[in-house]
C-alpha cells in the first residue's frame, strides 16, 4: 500500500511522515511539499504537492492508495478552494482513502470561528467525496506555549481570556501517532475523532510550565476585550482577534472534550506529567 502525506516541510506533515516511515518503511511513503527542496531531510520521495495547483497535485498523486491532506494556512475562503484541489485531484487520481487533519474549536460567535467553519466545510467536502476518509480534529498544540517561557518568564505570568475554562491540549507527536492510526486501521474509514489529550485549566497549565522551567508563573484571567487588545498590539489586526477568539473558545468550553485517542490508537495520549517531565531544566 502507497501512502502520502502533504504539507510534509512543516511540523505536523513531517512527524505524520516520520511516524508512518517507522511503522511501514521508507518504500511505501510519499511526501507532497509546496517546497519540496524543503523536504530532502525525511530521505523518501518527494513530490510537487501546492494546494493552488490541483494539475500538479493529481500527477503527484498517481499510484497513491491512501492520503493524508494536512490543512493548509491560508485565509478561510481561499482554505477551502485549496483543500478542493486536492480532494479532486484524489478522485481523479484514483486515492481510495483521504484523512483530513482537522480542528476542534469554536464554531460560531468569536473571530476565530470562521477559520474552525472552513475546516467543517472541508470535512463535509471530504465526507461527501465518494472516498472512503477519516478526520481527526486537532486539539491546541501545547508547543507554543512551552516554547513562549522566556516571554512568560519576562512577564512573570500567563494572562489571557481563557479564565477556568479547561483546554484539552495535544502535541504533533501524539497527533503523528494518531493519524498514522486512522489512515492505517480500515476500522477507522468513517469516523470522525477528536484527537486531545486531558484537558486542564490555565491555572493547570502555568504550573506545569513552573515544574518544568523552574519558573513561578501566575495565571492571571482577562477580559477577552483586554486580551484581543493585548494580543493585536503584538500581532496585529488579524492574527489578535484570532488568538483571542481561540481563547474565548477555551473560556466557552469548546476544547473541554473527553477525545477519542485511546480509541483511534489502542493507547492513552500522553499524560500531561510525563510530557512536562521530558522538559526544561
Ligand atoms: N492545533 C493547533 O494548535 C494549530 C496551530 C497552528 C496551526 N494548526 C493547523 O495545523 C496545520 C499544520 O501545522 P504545522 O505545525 O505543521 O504548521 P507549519 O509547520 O507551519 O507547516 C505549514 C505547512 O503548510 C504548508 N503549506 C502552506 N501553504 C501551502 C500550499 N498552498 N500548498 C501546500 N502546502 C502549503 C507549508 O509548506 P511550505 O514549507 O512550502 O511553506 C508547510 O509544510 C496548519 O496548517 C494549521 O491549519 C493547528
Not at 513530490?47 to 490541483?54: E, L, Q, S, V
Not at 495535544?170 to 497527533?175: D, G, I, N, S, V
Not at 485517542?261 to 499524560?271: L, N
Amino acid at each position: 500500500m502507497t501512502f502520502a502525506i502533504t504539507a510534509v516541510t512543516g511540523q505536523l506533515g513531517s512527524a505524520i511522515a516520520q511516524t508512518l516511515i517507522d511503522r511501514v518503511g521508507p518504500e511505501q511513503v510519499i511526501g507532497l511539499a509546496r517546497t519540496p527542496a524543503k523536504a530532502q531531510r525525511l530521505n523518501i520521495e518527494i513530490r510537487p504537492g501546492d494546494y493552488d495547483r490541483r494539475d500538479q497535485l493529481e500527477a503527484s498523486l498517481n499510484g497513491v492508495e491512501a492520503l493524508v491532506l494536512v490543512s493548509g494556512m491560508a485565509p478561510p475562503d481561499e482554505r477551502i478552494g485549496q483543500h478542493r484541489n486536492v480532494i479532486a485531484a484524489a478522485k481523479a487520481a484514483g486515492v481510495k482513502k483521504i484523512v483530513y487533519t482537522s480542528i476542534q474549536g469554536p464554531e460560531k460567535g468569536t473571530p476565530f470561528s470562521p477559520i474552525v467553519q472552513s475546516n467543517r466545510q472541508t470535512e463535509a467536502d471530504i465526507r461527501a467525496s465518494g472516498l472512503d476518509w477519516a478526520i481527526g480534529r486537532n486539539g491546541i498544540y501545547i508547543e507554543p506555549d512551552v516554547e513562549y517561557i522566556d516571554s512568560y518568564r519576562a512577564k512573570g505570568e500567563v494572562a489571557n481570556s481563557a479564565g477556568d475554562g479547561k483546554c484539552g491540549y495535544t502535541t504533533r507527536a501524539e497527533l503523528a501517532h494518531a493519524y498514522a492510526a486512522l489512515l492505517t486501521r480500515p476500522e477507522m474509514t468513517g469516523s470522525t475523532a477528536d484527537l486531545n489529550g486531558t484537558p486542564i485549566t490555565q491555572a493547570r497549565l502555568t504550573q506545569y510550565l513552573n515544574a518544568a522551567f523552574g519558573t513561578q508563573l501566575t495565571y492571571r484571567a482577562m477580559s477577552p476585550e483586554a486580551y484581543v487588545a493585548d494580543r493585536t498590539a503584538e500581532l496585529g489586526a488579524f492574527f489578535g482577534p484570532v488568538i483571542g477568539g481561540i481563547y474565548d473558545g477555551i473560556r466557552l468550553g469548546a476544547y473541554d472534550r473527553p477525545g477519542d485517542f485511546e480509541a483511534v490508537t489502542g493507547r492513552p495520549h500522553q499524560s500531561w506529567d510525563d510530557y512536562f517531565a521530558t522538559l526544561g531544566n
